[in-house]
Every structure is written in structure tokens, then in C-alpha cells.
T-cell receptor, first 114, second 110 residues
Framework: NAGVTQTPKFQVLKTGQSMTLQCAQD?????MSWYRQDPGMGLRLIHY???????DQGEVPNGYNVSRSTTEDFPLRLLSAAPSQTSVYFC?????????????FGEGSWLTVV | EDQVTQSPEALRLQEGESSSLNCSYT??????LFWYRQDPGKGPEFLFT???AGEEKEKERLKATLTKKESFLHITAPKPEDSATYLC???????????FGKGTSLLVTP
């Protein structure tokens, strides 16, 4: 997947712990987003950003926090991890051009909350 | 509310046996319909974006088509390496977000 880097790849947390999933893109895309993927649910939008300093909530924002201080980075913070946040998290970035809109995804971060 | 439904949930094909995957959608103003391929343990890999009814795009053995209510991903003479989950998503006038279907898991056997 071109240009979207996520870390860590795998993480195990205890209930109540906090952590940050990192996402960086090198394509100078203005739009970045975070999705979670759960079995039988498909990909669901958590938060998104249309540019540095601008963020908004998606479909399932509760328990997560984001900020966008630079164009390149869009970290996702879990404030107090819960077992329901066990999931695979994908970061995505995109830009709009005259030919349309292509959205690129990172390789994913597997999170287990015990 | 935007809705995306993919069928079938799973499909098993013999190598060389052509078939189609379906993506039905309802949106308030389509800004793009996306097809992705996802391999186990990987992120979705972009395949196509379609913007208007009648549009078609091709890539190797894959061809995506779009009508006002659905999109098809045609797979011609598939090979085992085409085995993956294929995801359909729509972007509507409601914003930048993608609304995904649950995917079709394709298995191509030799």
C-alpha cells in the first residue's frame, strides 16, 4: 500500500490502559481517516480529518481521540481501553484530483484489549 | 442513510471459471464507488473508482461496471492468486467518508 505507514502492527493492552496508534503518509494528502474492521461488520469510520487542525467524528468515535497537527500525521488515541475496542485498525489517506478520488489504506494495526 | 450490500458473502470458483460479484447501493448523491481487494492480514488494496452509471474499468482479469443501483466486479478466467476478499464502498454527498459493504470472500481453486 503506497505511502501510508501504521505503527505498531500488533499491540496487547490491559483494560483501562491508554495508547496511541500512529499513522503517517508521505503523499501530501489533505484527507486522512481511521477505520476499524470487525468480523461481520465491515470497515467503520472512527474519525477523519480534511486538513491540518481540522478533525471530525465518524460512525463510531466513542473512546477514541484524534488530532492533526501536520499534514503527514494523524494519530489515534485510545483514552481508556476496553475489550470492545479489540479490533483491526486501518488508517487511510486521500486527495481529490481532476480525475477523481483514490483512497489508500495502511497495512493495519491489530489491537487486543484484555 | 447510505447502504452498501455485497453478494454473495462467499464464492468458490475453479481456476478459469468466470463469475461476477455484486455490490448494491443506496446513497444520497454518489461521489464515487470503490472496489478494493483485501488479503488476509493486509490492508485494503485499491482496485477501481467508478463515478457515473455506464462507466467501466478494467485491470488484468477484473472488470468493474456501474449502474444507478449496483456495481459488478467481473472476474474472467480467475487464477488461485485472485483469492481474496473483495470490498465495495461508496462515497456520497454526505462527506469524505467511505461506507463499506461487508465484502465477498473469493476462493479460486486449481
Amino acid at each position: 500500500n503506497a505511502g501510508v505507514t501504521q505503527t505498531p502492527k500488533f499491540q496487547v493492552l490491559k483494560t483501562g490502559q491508554s495508547m496511541t496508534l500512529q499513522c503517517a503518509q508521505d503523499m501530501n494528502h489533505e484527507y486522512m481517516s481511521w477505520y476499524r474492521q470487525d468480523p461481520g461488520m465491515g470497515l467503520r469510520l472512527i474519525h477523519y480529518s480534511v486538513g491540518a487542525g481540522i478533525t471530525d467524528q465518524g460512525e463510531v468515535p466513542n473512546g477514541y481521540n484524534v488530532s492533526r497537527s501536520t499534514t503527514e500525521d494523524f494519530p489515534l488515541r485510545l483514552l481508556s481501553a476496553a475489550p470492545s475496542q479489540t479490533s483491526v485498525y486501518f488508517c487511510a489517506s486521500s486527495t481529490r484530483t481532476r480525475s477523481g478520488n483514490t483512497i489508500y489504506f495502511g497495512e493495519g494495526s491489530w489491537l487486543t484489549v484484555v | 442513510e447510505d447502504q452498501v450490500t455485497q453478494s454473495p458473502e462467499a464464492l468458490r470458483l475453479q481456476e478459469g471459471e468466470s463469475s461476477s460479484l455484486n455490490c448494491s447501493y443506496t446513497v444520497s448523491g454518489l461521489r464515487g464507488l470503490f472496489w478494493y481487494r483485501q488479503d488476509p492480514g493486509k490492508g485494503p488494496e485499491f482496485l477501481f473508482t467508478l463515478y457515473s452509471a455506464g462507466e467501466e474499468k478494467e485491470k488484468e482479469r477484473l472488470k468493474a461496471t456501474l449502474t444507478k443501483k449496483e456495481s459488478f466486479l467481473h472476474i474472467t478466467a480467475p487464477k488461485p492468486e485472485d483469492s481474496a476478499t473483495y470490498l465495495c464502498a461508496v462515497n456520497s454527498n454526505s462527506g469524505y467518508a467511505l461506507n463499506f459493504g461487508k465484502g465477498t470472500s473469493l476462493l479460486v481453486t486449481p
